[in-house]
């Protein structure tokens, strides 16, 4: 996931403090649960995994801006709590689903208690109960998450700037992504990776479709009530495209466009041509140990690396556990 992706702006805190363990989210993510090795079951699975993850599941604010002319203008309110607007990232805030999500939580608490104390490979068992008890991956926290919540209604920060609360990492699990505190847990008692590997999986194949079932169902169920009184059906968006054209654009302008663009780069270096970007060749020094991070991302788009680093702090490694091996010479 590149973090400069704008989706993903509700989590970038926990992306850059080490709140996700993405080794487990991989796993996760390409976890196969059918007996075949493709099917459109398993397309669907991950499909919907990636959606999540990324924050582009089909809640209201991604429906507005992928059919304008069939929703209402305007922000479209969660059809849960009928306050704030349907979101992403207002899923795991909302407080209608509090009650819901407590359940859940103290059900799989328990169940990882159980599980740890059946299966685990650590000789220093003592501590099992108080580090689950008082970890946040099993705590509910009300005024935590109303706090997140007002910054949907500040009018001084931006709609997209919404931040999941680092004390709740269970919401993370609401999004297919595994939150270091719950993967720390199973380091700490698990000392073999096959075992860890197939006994995390599978607890988190347990938790995530309890909270699906509890959380994202009823969000589904509830939206679908309120799009069909407005007479919003799955065949008008299967043939939006079709009645809702873009406009052509004039193929001079476009012509004339791709011109500019490649006179334009005749200009600027071979390596760096756009000055609009927040780091312009000319005006930045390169950290030579940060070209290691940058050149290993998996981009999907094509361009140097340098062109698409955007505005944090990607030179300091100093929240990163131990990358003496790149400063050193």
Known sequence: MAMNNSSLKPINHLIRDGSIDWSYT????????????????LRKIHAEKIKKSTFNYTTGDILRRNYPKLYPPGQILCTNCDQY????????????H????????????????????????????????????????????????NQALLQQTDTSTPRDDIQIPKTQPWILLLHHLIPTELSDLFYMYFGQQK???????????????ALKISIWSIQ????????????????????YRRHHKRPLKDSSNMTRSTTDNINLRGHYSAYYYNKSLPYFKHLITLDDSASIR?????????????SYRDTLSFNNFDYLPDFSFIRSP
């Not at 607007?85 to 209608?96: F, I, K, R, Y």
């Not at 589904?220 to 043939?239: D, G, H, P, V, Y």
């Not at 991302?297 to 140097?304: E, I, M, P, Q, V």
Request: aromatic content about 10%.
């Open 26 to 41: 991989k796993k996760w993510i390409n976890h196969n649960p059918t007996d075949t090795p493709t099917s459109d079951k």
């Open 85 to 96: 607007e349907d979101t992403n990232a207002h899923v795991g805030l909302c407080p209608s």
């Open 98 to 145: 509090r009650s819901n999500i407590l359940t859940v939580l103290n059900g799989y608490k328990q169940k990882l208690l159980n599980l740890i104390k059946e299966k685990n490979t650590s000789s220093f068992t003592f501590d099992i109960d108080h580090n689950i008890n008082n970890s946040n991956m099993f705590k509910l926290l009300p005024d935590t998450l």
């Open 195 to 209: 075992l860890r590997d197939h006994l995390l999986i599978q607890y988190v194949a347990d938790f995530t479709t």
């Open 220 to 239: 589904a169920r509830n939206f679908k009530k309120w799009e069909k009184s407005l007479n919003i059906t799955s065949k008008k968006k299967k043939q």
């Open 294 to 306: 940058w050149t290993t991302c998996n981009f999907l788009h094509s361009g140097t690396w340098e």
